[in-house]
T-cell receptor, first 114, second 111 residues
């Protein structure tokens, strides 16, 4: 079945560690996104990529990094510079760079700093 | 600036009643809006979308209304069921393929 797969579902990080969250899609979508969700709040955009080898900062990119070496993959690294990384992270994709197209979401990764 | 917000953080309804979830947006240039449903611990699911050249769009048991004059969006759910219990988000396109989400409204359906 086509879809977006995020892994792992739960992730624990020690203070000062970098961790990488995986996002893979087999929908043949050009555009991919990472959002952060805190309890009781909406989704905030971290990074997005409209095409392979290109990505743009969203509203809260500090402390995060991404790569887009393959169309189907858009991993997110939460670096030690992110001071409050505990959150629910959601990856999404949309069909192409045209406007007015819906985004499809993965099931999320819950990151906890221990 | 661009923002999307919701009037009611929590909405409680009786099973079988109709539900109305409201959303206000501030960017008058936005021309595409989506409603998502998010169940606990899961990613948002697409419900319905609407473009700014429309004022109403219907799906199965759901209707989205867009009032561009007052920059208001609403989601109507007919005959609300327990399975409709979730958090509902409206989102607007705030730029090139960039969705801006509101804080969400929790819908609680009681038997």
């Amino acid at each position: 079945d086509g879809g977006i797969t995020q892994s792992p579902k739960y992730l624990f990080r020690k203070e000062g560690q970098n961790v990488t969250l995986s996002c893979e899609q087999n929908l043949n979508h050009d555009a991919m996104y990472w959002y952060r969700q805190d309890p009781g709040q909406g989704l905030r955009l971290i990074y997005y990529s409209q095409i392979v080898n290109d990505f743009q900062k969203g509203d809260i990119a500090e402390g995060y990094s991404v790569s887009r070496e393959k169309k189907e993959s858009f991993p997110l690294t939460v670096t030690s510079a992110q001071k409050n990384p505990t959150a629910f992270y959601l990856c999404a994709s949309s069909i192409d760079r045209r406007r007015n197209t819906e985004a499809f979401f993965g099931q999320g990764t819950r990151l906890t700093v221990v | 600036g661009e923002s999307v917000g919701l009037h009611l953080p929590t909405l409680s309804v009786q099973e079988g009643d109709n539900s109305i979830i409201n959303c206000a947006y501030s960017n008058s240039a936005s021309d595409y809006f989506i409603w998502y449903k998010q169940e606990s611990g899961k990613g948002p699911q697409f419900i319905i979308d609407i473009r700014s050249n429309m004022d109403k769009r219907q799906g199965q048991r759901v209707t989205v209304l867009l009032n561009k004059t007052v920059k208001h969006l609403s989601l109507q759910i007919a005959a609300t069921q327990p399975g409709d219990s979730a958090v509902y988000f409206c989102a607007e396109e705030g730029g090139y393929n960039k969705l801006i989400f509101g804080a969400g409204t929790r819908l609680a359906v009681h038997p």
